[in-house]
């Protein structure tokens, strides 16, 4: 079809939390939406297509091969043009390491490596008519390395070395790609996180910090902020301050980080031995006395979809 006369973003991961949010801010910019996720597109949608953007929905999962060519074509043949891509497809499995297995690396690769890698590759040609812009939403956990979170913060590393090689290639077609690193937010996501081992106490301490104010950040904020530094073509944004101070002590001083991880991490459930599969964190109910911290990002939760999903447990 013809090319829309409006800017066009491509979101992934855009059902709920971060994803729905950046998708909004593109909107309230002027851009018409191609938004993608496994599920739960309904409310995102509704709530987009109320500011005022074409809203185009396709569900996805960013893992399998064939889904980033689906993508792009999609944006060709429902609006012509393609402004922005918004990398920001994420799973995120907590627990021990032994209690860890093989398929939750494959998972965290499938999504937060390749589901950045091919949508780029394969958006580049589209991109490069309109000097477009790619967004890849990584982690403080790529600066930072973070106990109990090790096929994560495996992805997230191997999604910042590509994200940042490609802005130098990309770079001479016109394009350019910013590293989105966000310390912890208020998004509610913690309940849809993966968790094994001892459920309930990983799921406590993962929810309790996501809810901290001096810890973590407004998710609408950091919406805003990772939007404007994409469509100025900053190569990096690293939200809170805390994450700014990990990251820069880390790289001053690895040695003595690493050894404070490691006594943070003796502070964690221990593993329990377990073979079973991971499970939405949702299932492991928190303590009522808990539930009175975690306040912030319950009502995050509730505001930014993330109850699209059957819920079998706990909240």
Do not use: C
């Not at 993608?36 to 960013?62: C, F, K, M, Y």
């Amino acid at each position: 079809m013809p090319p829309s006369d409006r800017p066009v973003a491509l979101v992934t991961g855009a059902s709920r939390g971060l994803g729905f949010l950046l998708a909004r801010e593109l909107a309230d910019r002027g851009h018409d939406l191609l938004l993608s996720a496994r599920d739960g597109l309904g409310p995102a949608r509704a709530d987009l297509a109320a500011r005022g953007a074409r809203v185009v929905t396709h569900e996805a999962d960013v893992g399998r091969p064939e889904s980033a060519a689906e993508l792009v074509a999609l944006a060709e043949r429902e609006f012509g043009r393609l402004d922005v891509l918004v990398a920001n497809a994420g799973v995120i499995q907590v627990g021990p390491q032994p209690d860890l297995r093989d398929d939750d690396y494959v998972q965290a690769m499938d999504v937060m490596f390749w589901g950045l890698a091919r949508p780029a590759l394969a958006a580049l040609p589209l991109l490069a008519r309109t000097g477009g812009r790619i967004l890849a939403v990584t982690s403080i956990g790529r600066k930072l390395p973070a106990p109990h979170l090790l096929p994560y913060g495996a992805a997230k590393h191997a999604a910042v070395g590509f994200a940042e090689g490609l802005r130098l290639e990309a770079g001479r077609r016109g394009v350019s790609v910013t590293v989105g690193v966000p310390g912890l937010m208020r998004t509610g996501s913690t309940r849809n996180a993966l968790i094994t081992g001892d459920a309930v106490a990983a799921r406590a301490w993962f929810t309790v910090g996501a809810s901290v104010p001096l810890l973590s950040i407004d998710a609408e904020r950091a919406a805003r902020r990772l939007v404007r530094a994409t469509l100025r073509g900053t190569p990096e944004i690293i939200l809170t301050p805390l994450a700014h101070l990990g990251s820069r002590v880390h790289a001053l001083a690895p040695s003595t980080t690493l050894r404070l991880l490691t006594a943070v991490e003796r502070l964690l459930p221990a593993p329990t031995g377990t073979d079973a599969p991971a499970r939405p964190a949702h299932t492991a109910p928190l303590p009522a006395w808990l539930r009175k911290l975690t306040g912030l990002d319950r009502a995050a939760a509730q505001r930014w979809h993330e109850y699209t999903d059957p819920a079998p447990g706990g909240r």
